[in-house]
């Protein structure tokens, strides 16, 4: 995982990510918040089941994020929806963009935490589709782990 050491205190996880997707590879990247973005965040208030990342204006960008308004901002709130740049080294953007035009990858985010220095980062993986006999695949290998273990636990 590059760039994960340290302490994090996460804010939010994608839990269908590593099961709808095949993720190959992750990134951290920094995003471009609003204060009362962040505010929300720091309340442990946001969601990225449904969200994913493109390309926008040029860049990377988190698109469908739910991050919800920080009430005491009331009249200076945020759109809890709205487009979210992504801030990763020029290097970094072109190979993504590179990926997602002509590979066919997606960019799924995993979760959103707060590192040691106290900023929000955006875990990303760089992921390809599964399809359902690979999600149904995965079910029968995490079923015999689960079903290992009991048997190990009641023979000792």
């Known amino acids: 995982m590059?760039?994960?050491?340290?302490?994090?205190?996460?804010v939010a996880r994608n839990r269908r990510a590593r099961f709808d997707y095949q993720i190959e590879d992750t990134i951290e990247a920094g995003m471009m918040?609003?204060?009362s973005e962040v505010k929300s965040l720091r309340e442990g208030r946001a969601s990225i089941g449904e969200s994913y990342a493109g390309e926008y204006e040029g860049g990377l960008a988190l698109i469908?994020?739910?991050?919800?308004?920080?009430?005491p901002a009331e009249p200076f709130n945020h759109?809890?929806?709205r487009i979210r740049r992504l801030?990763?080294?020029?290097?970094?953007?072109e190979r993504l963009l590179g990926l997602i035009r002509r590979e066919g990858?997606?960019?799924?985010p995993i979760s959103l935490y707060f590192n040691d220095r106290g900023i929000a980062k955006l875990e990303l993986g760089m992921a390809?589709?599964?399809?359902?006999?690979d999600k149904r695949e995965d079910q029968k290998k995490r079923d015999w782990e689960r079903q290992k273990s009991r048997i190990m636990r009641e023979r000792a």
Do not use: C, D, F, M
Request: hydrophobic residues 25%; without cysteine.
């Open 2 to 10: 590059a760039g994960s050491q340290g302490t994090r205190r996460e």
């Open 33 to 35: 918040l609003t204060g």
């Open 64 to 71: 469908n994020a739910h991050i919800p308004e920080y009430r």
């Open 79 to 81: 759109e809890p929806k």
């Open 87 to 93: 801030l990763v080294h020029k290097r970094e953007k």
């Open 105 to 108: 990858y997606t960019l799924v």
């Open 128 to 133: 390809r589709g599964k399809k359902l006999a």
